[in-house]
T-cell receptor
Framework: NAGVTQTPKFQVLKTGQSMTLQCAQDMNHNSMYWYRQDPGMGLRLIYYSASEGTTDKGEVPNGYNVSRLNKREFSLRLESAAPSQTSVYFC????????????FGDGTRLSIL | QKEVEQNSGPLSVPEGAIASLNCTYSDRVSQSFFWYRQYSGKSPELIMSIYSNGDKEDGRFTAQLNKASQYVSLLIRDSQPSDSATYLCAVNLSGGSYIPTFGRGTSLIVHP
């Protein structure tokens, strides 16, 4: 049982390059989330998908797009990477519409030069 | 404007002591509260959830919730060096979205 799997684990990009971060969960969760974590800033929500077929903006959506490919998979795309997007990105999943906690992937460490 | 507040620390305690971590939140209607532990370079992992006023104990961990005063705390008894980590408080604020708001975390250092 893998839980939440993120790929890649590390990536270095040049400014202006594009990239898609992949996330898949095998817990049959309805809801999935993308966060970024910067030093001193805590976890900030980029986008979320409450259920398959829906996506919504979070606190810091600018510069990102998402796709909920199916119930298991939720991808995050950077169309034109900027140095300000250097961060650690976490994908999480949870049961929809309940007070249950989130389960996190191991993260993707992204550096943009 | 962050609606879940934590002291960033670091909080330094000696091995064997009780570590007390605190979190305050702005939304009086909040119903669900979570504590996550995050080791350096790792992802957050859930250690406690609490939904009603009072104390909830799980091994060396006790979560305390006071909705009237709008705070939730985490006590770690018999602290060990392996408890050294950042502890994130998360609150499901009202509005029905069930998306938690995270505090910025408190760094805990347990020294031998």
């Amino acid at each position: 049982n893998a839980g939440v799997t993120q790929t890649p684990k590390f990536q270095v990009l040049k400014t202006g390059q594009s990239m898609t971060l992949q996330c898949a969960q095998d817990m049959n969760h309805n809801s999935m989330y993308w966060y970024r974590q910067d030093p001193g800033m805590g976890l900030r929500l980029i986008y979320y998908s409450a259920s398959e077929g829906t996506t919504d903006k979070g606190e810091v959506p600018n510069g990102y797009n998402v796709s909920r490919l199916n119930k298991r998979e939720f991808s995050l795309r950077l169309e034109s990477a900027a140095p300000s997007q250097t961060s650690v990105y976490f994908c999480a999943s949870s049961v929809m519409g309940t007070d249950q906690p989130q389960h996190f992937g191991d993260g993707t460490r992204l550096s943009i030069l | 404007q962050k609606e879940v507040e934590q002291n960033s620390g670091p909080l330094s305690v000696p091995e064997g002591a009780i570590a007390s971590l605190n979190c305050t939140y702005s939304d009086r209607v909040s119903q669900s509260f979570f504590w996550y532990r995050q080791y350096s370079g790792k992802s957050p992992e859930l250690i406690m959830s609490i939904y009603s006023n009072g104390d909830k104990e799980d091994g060396r961990f006790t979560a305390q919730l006071n909705k009237a005063s709008q705070y939730v705390s985490l006590l770690i008894r018999d602290s060990q060096p392996s408890d050294s980590a950042t502890y994130l408080c998360a609150v499901n604020l009202s509005g029905g979205s069930y998306i938690p708001t995270f505090g910025r975390g408190t760094s805990l250092i347990v020294h031998p």
